[in-house]
């Protein structure tokens, strides 16, 4: 059973950056696809970014293409996301979701294609 467990939120100004991590346990992330979701206050999940399994391809939501950057160190067994130019919009409870996938290329955007989920940690950026 994969365990994921979020850290690095906090609270930060508006422009700030911000990097948050997600460490993975009972499963490497050699054989992980990898994701990240956030939940703002009265407002719907949302897709955030993904990386793959193998190649390490990178995929984002329209709303962070360009400031956040997603990565993974498979020595470590952690991925990063690293958040710049934040926003107060950028607010939420952010997501690390993983799932055991034999595929290379293939990200996955929908809350539905993973299988493990982190406890989430808090963004708050102020205006």
């Known amino acids: 059973q994969v365990q994921l467990a979020e850290s690095g939120g906090g609270l930060v100004q508006t422009g700030d950056s911000l990097r948050i991590s997600c460490a993975a346990s009972?499963?490497?992330?050699?054989?992980?696809?990898m994701g990240w979701f956030r939940q703002a206050p009265g407002k719907e999940f949302e897709y955030v970014a993904s990386i793959t399994r193998s190649t390490g391809w990178t995929y984002y939501s329209d709303s962070v293409k360009g400031r956040f950057t997603v990565s993974k160190d498979n020595a470590r067994n952690t991925v990063d996301l690293q958040m710049n130019t934040l926003q107060p919009e950028d607010t939420a409870v952010y997501y690390c979701?993983?799932?055991?996938?034999?595929?290379?290329?293939?990200?996955?955007?929908?809350?539905?294609?993973?299988?493990?989920w982190g406890q989430g940690t808090q963004v708050t950026v102020s205006s």
């Open positions: 009972g499963g490497s992330l050699s054989s992980l696809a």
């Open positions: 979701a993983a799932r055991s996938t034999l595929a290379t290329f293939t990200a996955y955007s929908r809350r539905e294609d993973y299988e493990f």
